[in-house]
């Protein structure tokens, strides 16, 4: 699985803003069609990042678009416009429903025909889509649920706080439905563009939990989201000496063992083997 540590948004009206994209150490490049768009602006917006996806060298930074909303009249057209420069996936805002997704792909059908197969990315950002996490989780084009905190403060008449306890249930629901279904989690962009210990705190927390990357609005918060969603290299030799011990105890016939001064079993070896699967994608 590829890593999406960082997914940069930049305006799909901003070939300037793209270009310069093409050069930051980010995984993912996000040109939107969407709230970052201004309405007078949205078809000019679409030839634009036809226009970047067709001329910039993006190396190996995945190329993808939020699309507008699923029940928007933009959505047919935005796809109808972007899909021949065949951007990476699609990144689809506010899902609330199995539904959403579908008419998203079967739009990908109409104009691109039955064989094409273009990944999805559904960003939860509704009370609603909260609610319908599990249906949504399993559809087999899905990439990675992500999450959108600000949206879904609004949804629930919520008071946007930074120790995002008005939405941390939500937060919590769409890690374990994303590993639930093999998903990659994606955690929300956090907003402050000044508050770098902020946004350190929050993508460790993010890390910690299960989250796989996050979403990122400014070029100052790359390094700093990179640095939280890719192991140091003294946890990936402990988590290698870790296993080697384990394979070890195995081989003698041993299940659970101690090993510096800590009881061993499966759940801490599958720890381990999470950290080594993250620091293989990140250098990959």
Known sequence: ????????????????????????????????????????????ARKTIVEAIKTFNFGNRETLVRLNTADSELIAQDIAETLPAAPDGYVIPKVESLDHLQQVDALIHQYGGDAIEIPLFAIIESALGV???????????????????????????????????????????????????????????????????????????????????????????????????????????AAKKLIEAYALHQQSGMGAFVYDGKMVDSPMIRAAENVLSRAGDANG
């Not at 997914?7 to 040109?31: H, Y």
């Not at 084009?141 to 949804?155: R, V």
């Not at 929050?202 to 640095?227: F, M, V």
Request: charged share 25%.
């Open 131 to 237: 609610v319908n996490l599990r249906e949504i989780a399993t559809y087999s084009g899905l990439k990675a649920l992500m999450f959108g905190a600000e949206d879904l403060a609004g949804s629930l008449g919520a008071q946007r706080t930074p120790a995002m306890q008005e939405v941390t249930m939500a937060r919590q629901a769409v890690v374990t439905h994303a590993k639930a279904f093999g998903l990659q989690a994606i955690d929300t962009p956090y907003v402050d563009i000044h508050n770098l210990e902020g946004l350190k705190t929050e993508s460790e927390t993010a890390r910690q939990w299960g989250y796989d990357g996050k979403l990122c609005i400014h070029p100052k918060h790359i390094d700093i989201i990179n640095t939280a969603f890719t192991p140091e290299a003294a946890a990936i030799e």
């Open 1 to 44: 699985m590829r890593p999406r540590r960082t997914l940069l948004f930049m305006p799909g009206d901003s070939l300037r803003k793209i270009e310069k994209g093409t050069g930051l150490a980010v995984d993912s490049i996000i040109m939107d069609l969407e709230d970052g768009v201004a309405f007078s602006q949205k078809e000019a």
